[in-house]
């Protein structure tokens, strides 16, 4: 499972939705409220072994399911890395 398909299943887990878009936006789309989006940040920690940096954790700059992708690649590297 590469980094987009483990970064989605995480946020239908946390929805309820089976099937999302890149462009869906977390909070008016997926209706991800506060806990949920603190709840989505640790669990994308532990599924990729990574810790993020503070400066990352801000709901505010995670808009659509692309900004979480694009955040776990930052940290990742390569979407096809193995190491995430």
Request: glycine share 2%; proline share 1%; aromatic share 4%.
């Amino acid at each position: 499972m590469n980094i987009e398909e483990k970064v989605k299943n995480i946020l239908c887990n946390l929805c309820g939705e089976e099937f999302i878009d890149n462009t869906s936006l977390l909070q008016e789309e997926l209706v991800l409220d506060s806990l949920m989006m603190v709840t989505m940040l640790i669990e994308i920690e532990e599924a990729f072994d990574i810790q993020l940096d503070e400066v990352d954790m801000n709901p505010f700059e995670l808009s659509t399911v692309q900004n979480v992708i694009d955040m776990v690649m930052k940290y990742c590297g390569d979407e096809n890395e193995k190491a995430c």
